[in-house]
């Protein structure tokens, strides 16, 4: 096979998947916080601080996570895509052995 027949690229996908983790993360960072604040008032200034960090740094660091790993992995290498429809990795091995050698 030569160098050129197979040309190899990889593909980045911006269907939108980082940019709904990223919005649920910023839901989850500002939406705990108003729950506790508007609701937790039998809660101890201490108890109210802490969920409020922890709904803060957990809503962020989802959203950060998204939206790296949106940008960063790729949907397609090469001419085969990462997320076959039939849930198979290997097919693709399966359809060119049964297609046979390339001329």
């Known amino acids: 096979m030569s160098p050129g027949s197979d040309r190899q690229f990889v593909r980045f996908n911006t269907t939108?998947?980082?940019v709904a983790g990223a919005i649920a993360g910023v839901i989850m960072a500002i939406g705990v916080p108003w729950v506790v604040l508007t609701h937790g008032q039998v809660l101890g200034a201490g108890s109210q601080t802490l969920l409020v960090w922890v709904g803060v740094v957990l809503g962020g660091s989802i959203s950060f996570v998204s939206a790296?790993?949106?940008l960063v992995?790729?949907?397609?290498?090469?001419?085969e895509?990462?997320?076959r429809p039939d849930g198979h990795p290997e097919a693709s091995r399966a359809e060119r052995a049964e297609r046979g050698p390339e001329p």
Do not use: L, R
């Open 16 to 18: 939108g998947t980082s």
């Open 68 to 70: 790296f790993f949106g």
């Open 73 to 79: 992995m790729p949907s397609q290498v090469g001419s």
């Open 81 to 83: 895509p990462w997320n």
